[in-house]
């Protein structure tokens, strides 16, 4: 595999595939930058580099949709396989595949470096000034300038047995305080909840851009109590370097871009949101959330400020759900011993559903043909994963259905759950608030329930052949086929007996 140490490392290799394009136009941060990369996330397009921004100093810089899909001919996951280490032709569930197999992985912890270019500018306390990075208004209507798009929060349990790396949107209060939502069922927030039973402000550090790879894994559900950091240098086979923050006790990634120091006070409030966000959806109004006070912030160089411009599938949210917690609930369900072929969350539903195909005969391996029981077994399981919060729509269906193809998907859906008793429902005990399929209470009390569809095909006589070029037909057949296809003039030596045979079979 390539480790790609750090963004700029990643933008070059963008650069190299023709997958980044530099804006030196004069853009504006109001709603022009956010557009900009809106408009490039929907359309499969370069990556948007700005290096010129009206206002601010050319110091400073941004680069929009870092993990979005791409727009390299043919390899959509591009962005995703590079970061990962892996070559950009990767199929996604090979790529989901081998993110699985890390979960087995020996867990190394990061290697503590004595300087890193993270701390090349240092502010501290009065002179840590927030409003002097070129953070865009995203979309028209959001509450305010959304800095924390991609970006990792790094906290600490009280005692420091657990530091937890996540993803959650934090907008710019005033030039030294930020505000955001902490959601109790998230790990971010049971973290927080330590700090507040204590009495005490709970220190956090954000850490903008460095390798590719830690907004993937802070994004992704892994479970309570593993720390990102370690996952990601088990995943490498080698730590990852991190120095201390200025005034915090906690640790960050030597090659970050830009790192935001602070204590979320614990009896202080700001109004926050809405924001347009990966649900596909602007919604909601201001409320009261937690508030940031910052202490210091250092930053590289020439900074780069990644931002994510979310909305409608398919944008860089769920591109890391669809790969990473695809692999979470992959592993998981093999670890208990179900037969999953693959498991795929449908980025094309803002990760509200996920496809679990299965191999013919899994009933040999669960001990009976039941396959309602089958199926809520497995959902059961799923819900035990921290992934389960975005989770609405559980699709089970025999391995001959693509999960990626949205037309096999449809196909299979339509035609093999029955109607009547294809259905079943499980309860979600931690329903992220944002969706809103969901009613107001559900989304306040962050539960509600998943579907579960039935779609895999009766066992026996009854059980029906799909009807396809690949399924239907012999390989020799097939191969005649297309050779007269591709040679429509030059036909091809008649094989009787390859025929005869194939219309015997």
Avoid at 50 to 67: C, D, H, L, M, T
Avoid at 333 to 354: C, D, Q
Wanted: net charge negative; hydrophobic share 40%.
């Amino acid at each position: 595999m390539k480790r790609l140490k750090s963004l700029r490392e990643y933008l070059d290799r963008l650069k190299e595939l023709g997958d980044l394009r530099t804006v030196s136009a004069i853009v504006d941060t109001h709603l022009e930058i956010g557009a900009i990369i809106r408009h490039s996330t929907e359309n499969r397009e370069p990556a948007p580099f700005f290096s010129n921004i009206r206002g601010y100093s050319k110091e400073f810089r941004v680069v929009g949709a870092p993990g979005a899909l791409s727009s390299i001919p043919g390899h959509p996951w591009a962005r995703i396989a590079l970061a990962l280490g892996l070559p950009i032709d990767t199929e996604p569930l090979d790529i989901v595949e081998r993110v699985a197999r890390a979960k087995d992985n020996t867990p190394i912890p990061p290697v503590v470096v004595e300087s890193g270019p993270c701390q090349d500018n240092v502010l501290i306390g009065e002179e840590a000034d927030i409003t002097i990075f070129p953070t865009p208004l995203i979309h028209d209507g959001d509450g305010g300038r959304y800095f924390q798009t991609w970006g990792s929060w790094i906290l600490s349990t009280p005692d420091g047995s657990w530091t937890n790396w996540s993803i959650a949107r934090a907008m710019i209060h005033d030039r030294r305080h930020l505000t955001g939502f902490i959601p109790p069922t998230q790990h971010n927030g049971m973290i927080h909840k330590k700090w507040i039973d204590k009495g005490e402000p709970m220190p956090f550090a954000l850490a903008q851009g460095g390798e590719p790879i830690i907004p993937l894994i802070s994004g992704m559900s892994l479970p309570y109590g593993v720390a990102e950091a370690d996952f990601i240098g088990g995943y490498w086979g080698e730590p990852l370097e991190v120095v201390k923050c200025k005034t915090v006790d906690l640790y960050v990634p030597a090659e970050a871009e830009i790192v935001v120091e602070g204590f979320v006070l614990p009896d202080t409030s700001f109004l926050e949101g809405p924001m347009g966000e990966y649900t596909g959806y602007q919604h909601g109004h201001p409320e009261p959330m937690p508030a940031y006070e910052i202490t210091a912030i250092t930053y590289r160089d020439n900074a780069i400020l990644p931002v994510v411009s979310a909305g409608k599938p398919i944008d860089d949210d769920h591109t890391v759900f669809s790969i990473l917690d695809s692999a979470e609930y992959l592993h998981l369900l093999r670890e208990k011993g179900f037969p999953i072929t693959h498991a795929w969350i449908l980025p094309e539903s803002a990760a509200h559903a996920v496809v679990i195909t299965v191999p013919y005969g899994w009933w040999n391996t669960v001990g009976h043909t039941d396959s309602s029981k089958f199926c809520r077994d497995l959902a059961a399981e799923l819900m035990t994963s921290h992934a389960a919060g975005n989770l609405a729509q559980i699709f089970v269906m025999d391995d001959d259905i693509d999960p990626v193809d949205m037309l096999d998907v449809m196909w299979g859906f339509a035609s093999r759950c029955n109607p009547r008793t294809g259905h079943d429902w499980v309860a979600n005990e931690q329903a992220v608030h944002i969706m809103i399929l969901y009613t107001e209470e559900e989304r306040y009390r962050f539960t509600g329930s998943t579907h579960i569809y039935n779609c895999l095909l009766r066992i026996g006589t009854d059980r029906a052949t799909p009807a396809s070029f690949d399924s239907l037909f012999q390989h020799s057949v097939k191969a005649r086929a297309l050779t007269i296809w591709n040679n429509p003039d030059e036909g091809i030596p008649e094989e009787p007996s390859i025929l005869q045979t194939a219309d015997k079979g």
